[in-house]
T-cell receptor, first 114, second 110 residues
């Protein structure tokens, strides 16, 4: 079955470390997105990519970086510059090339600081 | 004030009850999404609508563009409907950004 796979499901980071969250899709979607979810708040867009080798900042890109070298993969790196990285991270993809139109979501990665 | 507001934030009901979750928005939109987030965190898209009403099984979504309001209804609720329900508005302006409500946590007791 087609879908989005995020790994790992739980991730722990020491302060000062960079960590990379994986997102892979086999839906042949052009557009992919990374969201952050905090308790009591709506999802907020970190980065999105409409096509391979191109990506754009979302509302809260500071302290994060991404790459889109392959259509099916859109990894997110949480850098040491992100001061409050503890959150639930969701990856999404869309068949629309238009921005901001996620339709399929992964199961998420929960990141915690040790 | 958030551009998309949901109410209630938490809702507990007994199995079989009719459930209504509300979503109000303060900006012009081209469409509104209803999403379901399971306890494990994964999200499933339930509806995308720009006018009127859509129905899928026991779920019904309505939208009133003039009043800037949408509702999600669940008939004959069941414990397996327990989840967080999220509305998201696709803005008309700019890059047609999706703005998410904070979610409604629904618990259906047997």
């Amino acid at each position: 079955d087609g879908g989005i796979t995020q790994s790992p499901k739980y991730l722990f980071r020491k302060e000062g470390q960079n960590v990379t969250l994986s997102c892979e899709q086999n839906l042949n979607h052009d557009a992919m997105y990374w969201y952050r979810q905090d308790p009591g708040q709506g999802l907020r867009l970190i980065y999105y990519s409409q096509i391979v080798n191109d990506f754009q900042k979302g509302d809260i890109a500071e302290g994060y970086s991404v790459s889109r070298e392959k259509k099916e993969s859109f990894p997110l790196t949480v850098t040491s510059a992100q001061k409050n990285p503890t959150a639930f991270y969701l990856c999404a993809s869309s068949s629309d090339r238009g921005p901001w139109r996620p339709q399929h979501f992964g199961d998420g990665t929960r990141l915690s600081i040790l | 004030k958030n551009e998309v507001e949901q109410s209630p934030q938490n809702l507990t009901a007994q199995e079989g009850e009719f459930i209504t979750i509300n979503c109000s928005y303060s900006v012009g939109i081209s469409a509104l999404h209803w999403l379901q987030q399971h306890p494990g965190g994964g999200i499933v898209s339930l509806f995308m609508l720009s006018s009127g009403k859509k129905k899928h099984g026991r779920l019904i979504a309505t939208i009133n563009i003039q009043e800037k309001h949408s509702s999600l209804h669940i008939t004959a609720s069941h414990p397996r409907d327990s989840a967080v329900y999220i509305c998201a508005a696709r803005l008309l302006q700019g890059a047609q950004k999706l703005v998410f409500g904070q979610g409604t946590r629904l618990t259906i007791n047997p």
